[in-house]
């Protein structure tokens, strides 16, 4: 139990479809992120938000559009994807980098996606 | 800028064996360093952590030392068992939240 829950575990969609991912913490974290894992590749971040402001986009396609309407959820809008766009997609979430020291990041189980 | 090298894998051992995974960071300043373990079919658990130089994380029996000197965070475990199979990921945290990772490291322990 890791205490960061991401719906659903499993999505088909095809390339004409809407769908959003969603993300919540329960551990009282104040910074969240979207992470892209694909077969044969390294983690890739996305987005991440910090007191629920945007401050990292990391050249993302214009189809995927993140939302964090609180410091607890987090989502990620999908539409008109391609088939690589196929992966495991992770969210995480950590207290703020403090001066002191660089906070921890817990993940979700993540939510594989695969586009027809 | 910042990345992290993993020995590539897969690394397969009999149960019992003495595991080795290597990593090598390349940082400016001074990273936190992580190990994270994906079981099949889970996202990412964080196995241990070395926030400054000579620390040593522990946890499960796993062990990695901060290595400044040779800029290494190893992991290693005395005597590896069949549930320890997975993927592990060296990372590192510098400035601004962002976690470098590894490629990753499948483990495969035999009985």
């Known amino acids: 139990e890791t205490g960061v829950t991401q719906t659903p575990r499993h999505l088909v969609m095809g390339m004409t479809n809407k769908k959003s991912l969603k993300c919540e913490q329960h551990?009282?974290?104040?910074?969240m992120y979207w992470y892209k894992q694909s077969a044969k590749k390294p983690l890739e971040l996305m987005f991440v938000?910090?007191?629920?402001?945007?401050?990292e986009n990391n050249s993302v396609p214009s189809r995927f559009s993140p939302e964090c309407p609180n410091s607890s959820h987090l989502f990620l809008h999908l539409h008109t994807l391609q088939p690589e766009d196929s992966a495991l997609y992770l969210c995480?979430?950590?207290?703020?980098?403090?001066?002191?020291?660089?906070?921890?990041?817990?993940f979700g189980p993540g939510t594989r996606l695969l586009v027809l | 800028g910042n990345s992290v090298t993993q020995m590539e894998g897969p690394v397969t051992l009999s149960e019992e064996a003495f595991l080795t995974i290597n990593c090598t960071y390349t940082?400016?300043?001074?990273?936190?360093l992580f190990w994270y373990v994906q079981y099949p079919g889970e996202g990412l658990q964080l196995l241990l952590k070395?926030?400054?130089?000579?620390d040593k994380g522990s946890n499960k029996g796993f062990e990695a030392t901060y290595r400044k000197e040779t800029t290494s965070f190893h992991l290693e475990k005395g005597s590896v068992q069949v549930s320890d199979s997975a993927v592990y990921f060296c990372?590192?945290?510098?400035?601004?939240?962002?976690?470098?990772f590894g490629g990753g490291t499948r483990l495969m322990v035999k009985p």
């Open positions: 995480a979430s950590s207290h703020l980098q403090t001066v002191e020291g660089r906070e921890t990041q817990y």
């Open positions: 551990l009282g974290h104040n910074a």
């Open positions: 938000y910090n007191f629920k402001e945007q401050t």
């Open positions: 940082a400016t300043g001074y990273p936190s």
């Open positions: 070395a926030t400054k130089a000579d």
């Open positions: 990372a590192l945290s510098n400035a601004g939240n962002m976690l470098t």
